[in-house]
């Protein structure tokens, strides 16, 4: 069984830098792909970036293009967001989610089978 477990939230300030990583553990055969989302209190989780296992497709939703970057170390079955820039309305909880479909299928939270117990990140102005 697929389990992903979360690190790396806290607090920063406007303008600073978090990173957060994402441990894949139970899966051992075949491609698919893991994204993050974030969530506010009373609104649903959205999309900001994913990556696929071969590292060949990454995608970010266009408010943190150029600020945030999604990477993969393979050896450690590990995915980062590394956020730069941080702005305050970054601040949410952060999930890890993982997509067991060998194809990259996009962005909505549907076609994502596992998911963390999320990270919380505060950025303050």
């Known amino acids: 069984q697929v389990q992903l477990v979360e690190s790396g939230g806290g607090w920063a300030q406007f303008g600073g830098s978090l990173t957060l990583s994402c441990v894949v553990s139970?899966?051992?055969?075949?491609?698919?792909?893991v994204a993050w989302f974030r969530q506010t209190p009373g609104n649903e989780r959205h999309f900001v970036a994913a990556?696929?296992?071969?590292?060949?497709?990454?995608s970010y939703t266009n408010s943190v293009k150029g600020r945030f970057t999604i990477s993969r170390d393979a050896a450690k079955n590990t995915v980062h967001l590394q956020m730069n820039s941080l702005k305050t309305e970054d601040t949410a909880v952060y999930y890890c989610?993982?997509?067991?479909?060998?194809?990259?299928?996009?962005?909505?939270?549907?076609?994502?089978?596992?998911w963390g117990q999320g990270t919380q990140v505060t950025v303050s102005s």
């Open positions: 990556i696929t296992t071969s590292g060949e497709i990454t």
């Open positions: 139970g899966r051992t055969l075949g491609p698919y792909t």
């Open positions: 989610a993982a997509d067991l479909d060998r194809y990259y299928r996009g962005r909505a939270p549907a076609y994502y089978d596992v």
